[in-house]
């Protein structure tokens, strides 16, 4: 069956643009969780979202936020974007909540 | 607050060298800890879920085991397919069920 699909694969922005990522999950899957990974920090956790709301959130600031469709698709978007936002963005789906994840392959996103 | 440590955070093996990697864990319960594999540039895989203290599994090269405090992740005879990060996560008891990972252990087996 097809995995998480991310899109776009890659990103360079500049400081002070927003963005958006798209992510879909696997088919049947409705939990989506979006995570931050950089070297320094590791995977660091953004928001889950399940049928269309937000159940768990991290500890971002505003500027990321998110959202899910009705078909689960789901997209995070960044306001104002500074150079630290360089990173990888990684969108998981899972099939219930003692479940692991199925990963996509990211978005690497570069802030210039 | 959950804490995962892995360690070492690199490893350098020859072919058919067998070592372990470690993944110790603070949790007020838990209900899980994972194993997962990332190759440069990709998302993480998943490998294995580990429930409960005793618990083993297997797949092909890798076999991981649970106790009360930590996990291993036992690589016998790896190849340099293997080489990857690998990565731990628990899962607690109660409250967001949102796993905790780890920083990773980077993996390089050279032929």
């Known amino acids: 069956k097809a995995g998480v699909t991310q899109t776009p694969r890659y990103l360079i922005k500049t400081r002070g643009q927003q963005v958006t990522l798209s992510c879909s999950p696997i088919?049947?899957?409705?939990?989506v969780s979006w995570y931050q990974q950089t070297p320094g920090q590791g995977l660091q956790f953004l928001f889950e979202y399940f049928s269309e709301t937000q159940r768990n959130k991290g500890n971002f600031p505003g500027r990321f936020s998110g959202r899910q469709f009705s078909n689960s698709r789901s997209e995070m978007n960044v306001s104002t974007l500074e150079l630290g936002d360089s990173a990888l963005y990684l969108c998981a789906s899972s099939g219930g909540q003692g479940a692991g994840y199925t990963f996509g392959s990211g978005t690497r996103l570069t802030v210039v | 607050e959950d804490q995962v440590t892995q360690s070492p955070e690199a490893l350098r093996l020859q072919e058919g060298e067998s070592s372990s990697l470690n993944c110790s864990y603070t949790v007020s319960g838990l209900r899980g800890l994972f194993w997962y594999r990332q190759d440069p540039g990709k998302g993480p895989e998943f490998l294995f879920t580990?429930?409960?203290a005793g618990e083993e599994k297997e797949k092909e090269r890798l076999k991981a085991t649970l106790t009360k405090k930590e996990s291993f992740l036992h690589i016998t005879a790896p190849k340099p397919e293997d080489s990857a990060t690998y990565l731990c996560?628990?899962?607690?008891?109660?409250?967001?069920?949102?796993?905790?990972f780890g920083r990773g252990t980077s993996l390089i087996v050279h032929p």
């Open positions: 996560a628990v899962q607690a008891t109660g409250g967001s069920y949102i796993p905790t």
């Open positions: 580990l429930y409960s």
């Open positions: 088919s049947g899957h409705r939990s």
